[in-house]
């Protein structure tokens, strides 16, 4: 079958395609689907780096989301059938084929494409777990760092949702897709988005932040957040590893700080996972969570997506097409 292959860990150009990939077998409690649409994340370009926690070593099939049709079902899979479109998260979802962990695997809803289907899991459903983790609330100030991404634009929507008053940072370019999608405000992500948001908020800071971009961007965001009552939540690092010291906590920033991975969320809180998932359910039907518009690219231009992606070029989804 058609792949991208990553060959070594030193980036996207590194990866190339080849068209003699074995179709992977489905082991128990697993799926084989024939891909439809790859989804494109951060994740990726982390995992092109070695930077990954818990990612495969090079050599390997990329990938780490699809939506497909489940062609064959491995033992002890209940509750799918062949025919079934899902999506879901495994690895190697930049193929034509893919194995995907049946538990995991979402239906694609009633009418939508895999293409539409795509940021399911990985952008709504984090930006909604990160949104219930972090206790939003009508009326509060929500700071959404990168908020013209994947996940950035479904949080923007469902805090604006919310009855929240959101302040989006993000590269300049990207602004009015920022705005369109609801925040009441949109940062450049260059200039200092700590005082920025003091200046927005009379000094209190934002209720609630949602921080992925890391490295300088981490500091900003603290600065950002209400002291004693406002929450932090972190599910990324875009822009490199950060820290904050006990001290910090103590005198400078006394914020609630909470970390966030939808894998261990999913591993550790099932029950938490399904509600997400019933929650996406009734926002679909509400029409508040629409059918998703990615940008679309043949596999073969996998290597350069995700280069622009590494480099803050991209608004919004990503996708490959096998
Ligand atoms: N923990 C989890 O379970 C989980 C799940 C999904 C995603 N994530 C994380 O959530 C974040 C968003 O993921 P995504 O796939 O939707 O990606 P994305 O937001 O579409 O792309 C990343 C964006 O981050 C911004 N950014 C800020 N500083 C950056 C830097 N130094 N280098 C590169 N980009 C920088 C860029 O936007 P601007 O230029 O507009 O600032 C860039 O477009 C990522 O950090 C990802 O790892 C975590």
Redesign the pocket.
């Known amino acids: 079958m058609r792949a991208l292959h990553q060959t070594e860990l030193t980036g996207p150009s590194r990866m190339c395609l080849v068209t003699d990939a074995p179709v992977p077998t489905a082991g128990p409690g697993e799926v084989l689907v024939r891909v439809t649409a790859a989804g494109v994340?951060?994740?990726d370009v982390?995992q092109t780096r070695g930077t990954y926690a818990g990612g495969p070593r090079a050599p390997y099939v990329a990938g780490f989301e699809a939506a497909g049709e489940v062609v064959a079902l491995g033992a002890r899979v209940s509750g799918l059938r062949r025919g079934d479109h899902v999506i879901g998260t495994g690895y190697g979802a930049f193929a034509e084929y893919m194995v995907l962990p049946a538990a995991g695997a979402a239906p694609v809803p009633a009418g939508w494409t895999g293409e539409q289907a795509l940021g399911l899991v990985?952008?709504w459903g984090?930006a909604l777990a990160a949104l219930r983790i972090g206790h939003i609330a009508a009326g509060e100030t929500v700071l959404v760092?990168?908020?013209?991404?994947?996940?950035?634009q479904a949080a923007v929507r469902l805090a604006t949702h919310h009855g929240a008053t959101v302040i989006g940072?993000?590269?300049p370019d990207?602004h009015d897709v920022v705005r369109a999608l609801g925040a009441t405000h949109a940062l450049d992500?260059n200039a200092d988005v700590g005082a920025e948001v003091l200046r927005l908020t009379a000094n209190r800071g934002a209720d609630l932040v949602l921080e992925?971009?890391?490295?300088d961007?981490f500091r900003a965001a603290l600065a950002a957040t209400r002291r004693i009552t406002g929450r932090m939540v972190v599910?990324?690092?875009?822009?490199?590893e950060a820290a904050i010291s006990n001290r910090e906590l103590d005198f400078t920033h006394p914020i609630h700080l909470i970390g966030?991975?939808?894998?261990t969320l999913a591993q550790e809180a099932p029950d938490l996972f399904t509600e997400l998932m019933a929650e996406l359910a009734t926002l679909i039907a509400a029409g508040v969570y629409p059918p998703g518009r990615p940008t679309v690219h043949e596999l073969a231009d996998g290597p350069e997506v995700l280069a622009a992606?590494?480099?803050?070029a991209?608004v919004?989804k990503l996708a490959l097409r096998p």
């Open positions: 994340n951060f994740a982390m990985l952008n984090t760092q990168a908020a013209a991404g994947g996940v950035g940072s993000a590269s990207k992500r992925s971009a890391g490295g961007a599910y990324g690092m875009a822009g490199g966030l991975h939808m894998g992606l590494e480099a803050g991209t919004g």
